[in-house]
Nanobody, 115 residues
Framework: QVQLVESGGGLVQAGGSLRLSCEVS????????IGWYRQAPGQQRDLVAR???????SYGESAEDRFTISRDSAENTIYLQMNSLRPEDTGVYYC?????????WGQGTPVTVSS
């Protein structure tokens, strides 16, 4: 059973930084893509950043130039470095992966950015 476990969320002031981690029970390059999604209260879950099976990255519009997605050399963990955080970045951040049309999700880690 695929397991994704997020960590690193918390409370931070606007302009600050956080680094999220997602530990995966399988090598991340076995998924067509794996990445981070944010869900704000009352909103849908939106893409923040993801990595494709061959290492290509893509970012949601709000994450461009501020966030960086990466994975470790053992390829069992992905990270999201978030800089210059804004109050609108507040939400629950989920690690999600997809393989052959099946989606896998972690439990999420909350991020709150105070103004």
């Amino acid at each position: 059973q695929v397991q994704l476990v997020e960590s690193g969320g918390g409370l931070v002031q606007a302009g600050g930084s956080l680094r999220l981690s997602c530990e995966v029970s399988e090598r991340t390059n076995t998924f067509h893509h794996i990445g981070w999604y944010r869900q704000a209260p009352g909103q849908q879950r939106d893409l923040v950043a993801r990595i494709g099976i061959f290492g290509g990255t893509s970012y949601g519009e709000s994450a461009e130039d501020r966030f960086t997605i990466s994975r470790d050399s053992a390829e069992n963990t992905i990270y999201l470095q978030m800089n210059s955080l804004r109050p609108e970045d507040t939400g629950v951040y989920y690690c999600g992966a997809e393989r052959f049309g099946i989606a896998y999700w972690g439990q999420g880690t909350p991020v709150t950015v105070s103004s």
